[in-house]
């Protein structure tokens, strides 16, 4: 082919901008919020550097810095005062997610509010709904808690969310809430599942961010292994199937290969680069051993050319940022 094909010819200064394949752009990011009802101030998170919980006070500033910065969508995860065995701060109608959202809406009401529709920070045992005995001991129960997702999900619909996003992996949460949402009204709202969640240990530092860790056992009997493809793959198919409206993976940089394949589903799918891929970027940065906005603009690059719509990132308000700077 030499000389007559040159691939560097495409590749000088002026040429190569045209013919770039993949752009990340402002609309793709959503930003993932920590709200915590017990504190006045922001409080920066030991384990991801530069994130924060913020009050309930707080949040609509956030948000509205955000939209300005052209970001377009946020993901709210509430810390609550109290926990209990059922998780029930979690529906109440004065809880932090559904304070949030009702101050975010009426400050921004354009922006997108998603919020995630899980128990694990509103239960004393940290498991992501009800427990009770099984044939191997205390586990995650899967049909009673469909019911707590139900009223999790009506109750954030009601004040406001646009988005709610099941992260608990259970067996036929998307069917079932999405029959709750139509029965309640809310055939408007959409459904973001946590579609092909991996039991992964790059959740480490979010656990911390949203006081989540669990008191017994692990998550490795409702989330998937690492290991299993054909597993990760049907697990969207069927939630796909229940009619959500967009499949999620989780986490992204290390699961990209199997990104690929679910975005051939048919379905928008988004990508979350999780605490884990954030706080490895961030602290190697920070020690000057890589360059931060070079990374994270290379691995959201990646997560996008792997067949992702949205990327749920802890770095969208910077990159927002850079974005600006590059025009
Ligand atoms: C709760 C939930 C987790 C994350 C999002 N929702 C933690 C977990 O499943 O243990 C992880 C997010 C992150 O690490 O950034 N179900
Ligand atoms: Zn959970």
Redesign the pocket.
């Known amino acids: 082919m030499f000389p007559q094909r040159r691939m560097r010819r495409s590749r000088s200064k002026n040429i190569q901008p045209l013919l770039r394949e993949i752009t990340v752009s402002k609309t793709d990011l959503i930003a993932?919020l920590f709200i915590d009802e017990t504190i006045t101030a922001p409080l920066p998170i030991a384990s991801?550097p530069g994130q924060f919980r913020y009050p309930v006070s707080g949040i609509a500033t956030v948000a509205s810095e955000l939209w300005k910065r052209g970001i377009r969508a946020i993901l709210i995860?509430g810390i609550p005062k109290a926990k209990d065995p059922c998780g029930c701060s979690a529906y109440d109608p004065e809880g932090v997610v559904q304070q949030a959202v009702r101050r975010v809406k009426a400050e921004v009401r354009e922006m997108v509010v998603i919020t995630?529709v899980?128990?694990?920070?509103y239960t004393d045992h940290g498991h992501?709904g009800i427990i009770g005995e099984t044939r191997c001991g205390p586990d995650l129960l899967n049909d009673p808690s469909l019911e707590l997702m139900n009223k999790i999900a009506i109750s954030h619909a009601e004040n406001g969310a646009d988005i709610v996003?099941p992260?608990?992996?259970l067996d036929g949460m998307v069917g079932s809430i999405r029959a709750a949402l139509d029965d309640a009204g809310f055939e408007e709202v959409l459904i973001m599942s946590?579609s092909t969640?991996f039991?992964?240990a790059?959740?480490?530092?979010?656990?911390e961010?949203?006081d989540?860790g669990?008191a017994f056992g692990d998550?490795t009997t409702y989330?998937i292994h690492p290991g299993n493809s054909r597993e990760a793959l049907l697990e969207s198919q069927m939630d796909a199937d229940e009619g959500a409206d967009i499949l999620m993976v989780?986490?992204a940089g290390f699961y990209l290969d199997i990104l690929a394949e679910i975005a051939t589903l048919g379905l928008p799918v988004a990508a979350?680069?999780?605490?884990?891929?954030?706080s490895m970027i961030k602290c190697a940065a920070e020690r000057g051993w890589i360059r931060e906005k070079e990374t994270v603009l290379e691995s959201l690059t990646s997560i996008k050319r792997a067949g992702a719509e949205l990327i749920?990132t802890?770095f969208a308000g910077d990159v927002a940022g850079w974005l600006d700077e590059e025009q």
């Open positions: 993932p991801m995860f995630d899980c128990a694990c920070e992501c996003a992260s608990c992996m946590y969640k039991a992964s790059l959740y480490g530092p979010f656990r961010a949203a989540s669990f998550r989330q989780k986490p979350f680069q999780v605490s884990g891929e954030y749920i802890y």
